[in-house]
C-alpha cells in the first residue's frame, strides 16, 4: 500500500499483534529491505491491545508504535444469522471489517459459521462493529480419545493411505498434505489432513458425499482433523497476479548471480541446453543448489534439479549458454517408489515420489574453486533431517537464494503433499509460502538450496517448482513451493555437503 495506515491488535510476540484474523509481523525498515528486517520491539507491551502505523503489505513495514489502547476491543459472543450478522444479547449485531469513520464497505463474512455459535470483537457503537475480526475458534468436538490423536507425520501419512477413496471424493480436491489445523488465520496444536480445493463454498451447498469429513480415522482408532484450504488455479501466465516486485538489495544480488563474477557458490544461474540441442532458441537457466562431493568418486559440483541438470553427459554452463562451460551432467533421477522414500510407513499402487534432482560435476580445472555455502546467505550447517515420527518440521522457518528471485524467506507450512493425476499417486515432500505475500520462488530458481532461516543455516530441502506449477491434470496450486527432503537426496544420489 502506498499510504501509511494505523491498525490496532494485542501484542502476542516480540514484533508481533493480532490484528483481524491474522497474526501480523511489525518491520522498522521498508519491505525493499526485507532480506534483514528489523523487528519493532513490542515487547513491553505483550498482551496488551495497541495501534501500529506503517504500512501494511502482509506484515507491517516502515513500522511505529502509537499508543496504548486502554479499552481494547469489545467482544460479542452470539450465533450467526446471516452473511455479516449475529444474534447477541444485546440484539443483531451487523460486523465490518472497516472503522466507523472509515468510507469503505466492508462487511465481515461470516457465512462459514452459519448457525455456529462465535466470539467476534472490535470496536460496538450501538448495534454495529466496527474493525470486527473473529476470534480463535477451538476445532469442533469429534467424539473421539484424546490419546489416540495423530501425534506425528507418520501417524498422519498412514490415516491419509486409510482414507483414499474418501479424500479423493472431496469436491474439486487439488491433492492433500499433513500439517497443523488453523482456525481463523490461528495455528492450533492439531495435527491435521489438509485438503486443498479451488474455493471454499458454504458446507450445505456441497452433497454429503463430496464433503470434507471434520475428521478422518485408521482402522486402528488413531484419528486426526481435516482442514480444507483454498489452493487456487489461473488458466493461463497471463492471468496470474502480478509477482511481488523485488527490492534494490535483491535486484543487485540476482545481477551477482547472472554475471560470473561472484565464483562457483551456492545460488549461481546455470546455463544448460535440454536433449542437447545446443541453439539459443533451445536454451534454459536454473540455479546451482550447493556445492556437494560424491562419496564413491571424491568428484566435486553442485547438486541441482533433473530438469536443470537434464541428461548424464551434458554439458553445462556458467554464467551463460556458450559462456562458460563449467562441467557435466553425470547423475540424475527422478521419482522414487513411495514405500522406499517413506520407509514402508506406506505403499500405494501406482505412486511414486517425485524427487528431481542431478549432480552436475565440475571439470577438473575448477574443482579446487568450488565454495561451500550459498551466495549472500554465507556459511551453512550441517544437514537438517526431518524427523516424520515428529511434527517439528511443521513451521520452520527457512531462507534461501535462486537466480530469478534472488533471497527470500518462507516457512514450511506441510509435508507429503500428494495428488492423483490420471492413473498416478504423486508425492513430494514439503510445501512452502513466502512470507509477507512475496513469491518464494520462480522460474529459473529450480534447484535451489533451503536452509533454516536461523544463524546455523542448516540445509533442509531441494526446491523443485511452484508458484502456479501444473501438478494434476487441469489445476494448480497457486502460492506453493514445492521442495523434496535434502537428506535423503543426498543418500539417494551417494553426496555429501562440500
Known amino acids: ?81 446471516g452473511y455479516n450478522m449475529i444474534q447477541a444479547s444485546q440484539g443483531c449485531i451487523h460486523c465490518y471489517r472497516h472503522g466507523m469513520i472509515e468510507a469503505w464497505y466492508m462487511p465481515l463474512n461470516l457465512l462459514e459459521y452459519f448457525g455456529r455459535t462465535i466470539t ?11 474493525k470486527a475480526a473473529i476470534a480463535p475458534l477451538e476445532p469442533p468436538e469429534v467424539g473421539r480419545n484424546p490419546q489416540t490423536e495423530a501425534a506425528s507425520l507418520n501417524d498422519l501419512l498412514r490415516i491419509r ?20 489445523k488453523w482456525t481463523n488465520g490461528q495455528r492450533t496444536d492439531h495435527p491435521c489432513i489438509i485438503v486443498f480445493v479451488p474455493q471454499k463454498t458454504l458446507s450445505w451447498l456441497v452433497p454429503d458425499e463430496e464433503r470434507a469429513p ?25 492471468e496470474m497476479d502480478p509477482l511481488p ?33 545446443e541453439d539459443w532458441n533451445n536454451a534454459g537457466v536454473g540455479t546451482a543448489g550447493i556445492a556437494v562431493r560424491h562419496r564413491s568418486t571424491g568428484r566435486v559440483g553442485f547438486l541441482t534439479n533433473q530438469h536443470v541438470s537434464d541428461a548424464p553427459g551434458r554439458r553445462i554452463y556458467h554464467p551463460w549458454h556458450h559462456y562458460f562451460p563449467i562441467g557435466q551432467t553425470t547423475n540424475t533421477r527422478t521419482h522414487e517408489p513411495d514405500q522406499v522414500w517413506y520407509d514402508g510407513v506406506i ?113 533442509v530441502a531441494l526446491l523443485w517448482g511452484g508458484w502456479q506449477e501444473r501438478l494434476r491434470h487441469g489445476r494448480e496450486q497457486e502460492n506453493w513451493t514445492y521442495a523434496i527432503d535434502l537428506g535423503k537426496v543426498l543418500h539417494l544420489m551417494d553426496l555429501a555437503l562440500l
Open 214 to 238: 471434520d475428521l478422518f480415522e485408521d482402522a486402528d482408532g488413531c484419528w486426526c482433523y481435516s482442514d480444507v484450504v483454498t489452493g487456487g488455479k489461473a488458466p493461463s501466465l497471463e
Open 245 to 277: 516486485p523485488l527490492g534494490a538489495e535483491n535486484r543487485q544480488i540476482i545481477s551477482e548471480l547472472r554475471s560470473g563474477r561472484v565464483g562457483l557458490i551456492g545460488g549461481i544461474q546455470l546455463a544448460f541446453f535440454p536433449d542437447g540441442v
Open 120 to 130: 467476534v470483537s472490535g470496536d460496538l457503537q450501538g448495534t454495529t462493529l466496527y
Open 161 to 180: 493411505q486409510a482414507n483414499r477413496e474418501r479424500i479423493e471424493a472431496v469436491n474439486g480436491n487439488l491433492g492433500t498434505a499433513l500439517g497443523f
Open 347 to 459: 505403499d500405494e499402487s501406482r505412486s511414486y515420489v517425485r524427487c528431481d534432482c542431478g549432480f552436475v560435476e565440475v571439470g577438473d580445472h575448477l574443482a579446487g574453486r568450488v565454495a561451500p555455502g550459498l551466495h549472500a546467505i554465507g556459511a551453512t550447517g550441517d544437514l537438517l533431517p526431518i524427523d516424520p515420527e515428529t511434527m517439528e518440521i511443521i513451521g520452520r522457518k527457512v531462507i534461501s537464494v535462486g537466480r530469478t528471485r534472488g533471497v527470500q524467506r518462507g516457512t514450511i507450512v506441510a509435508y507429503s503433499y500428494e495428488f492423483t493425476d490420471e492413473y498416478y499417486s504423486i508425492y513430494t515432500d514439503l510445501l512452502i509460502i513466502g512470507e509477507a505475500g512475496n513469491a518464494f520462488s520462480w522460474k529459473g530458481d529450480s534447484g535451489k538450496v533451503i536452509v533454516t532461516d536461523d544463524e546455523e543455516h542448516r540445509p
Open 1 to 81: 500500500m502506498s499510504n501509511r495506515e494505523t491498525i490496532s491488535g494485542q501484542v502476542v510476540g516480540r514484533n508481533t499483534i493480532r490484528y483481524r484474523e491474522s497474526v501480523v509481523a511489525c518491520w522498522e525498515n521498508a519491505i525493499q529491505a526485507a532480506i534483514a528486517p528489523q523487528p519493532l520491539d513490542l515487547s513491553a507491551h505483550e498482551g496488551r491491545h495497541v495501534e501500529v502505523s506503517g504500512r501494511l503489505h502482509g506484515d507491517l513495514w516502515e513500522a511505529r508504535f502509537e499508543r496504548v489502547v486502554e479499552d481494547g476491543p469489545t467482544q460479542v459472543t452470539g450465533e450467526v444469522v
